[in-house]
C-alpha cells in the first residue's frame, strides 16, 4: 500500500504544482496523438501507472471545473517513473 500512496501523493503534487488559470493542455475535448506527444516531450516527469480505482468528486470538492468537465480522485499502482532535469 505504500506505494499507492506515494502515487496518489505525486498525482496530487503534479496537480497542484500547475500554475492557477492555466491549463496544461488545448482548450478542446480531446487530444490528438501529437498533442500529447508534444505533453510528454515537454514533461519533467513522467509516470507509468496502473489505475486500480476512481470516484468521481463532489461539485463541492471539484472548485473551479467548468460545467462540463469532472473531477476524479484516481489510485493507481507506480509501474515506472522516469523524470529529467528541464533543459
Partial sequence: MPARRLVTAAALFLLAAAAPGESPRPAGPEL???????LALAATVAAHV???DSVLLKKEQAAGVPANMARFYVQADMVSLRARRPS
Avoid at 32 to 38: E, G, L, N, R, V
Fill in 32 to 38: 490528438s496523438y501529437a498533442d500529447m506527444a508534444d
Fill in 50 to 52: 496502473r489505475v486500480t
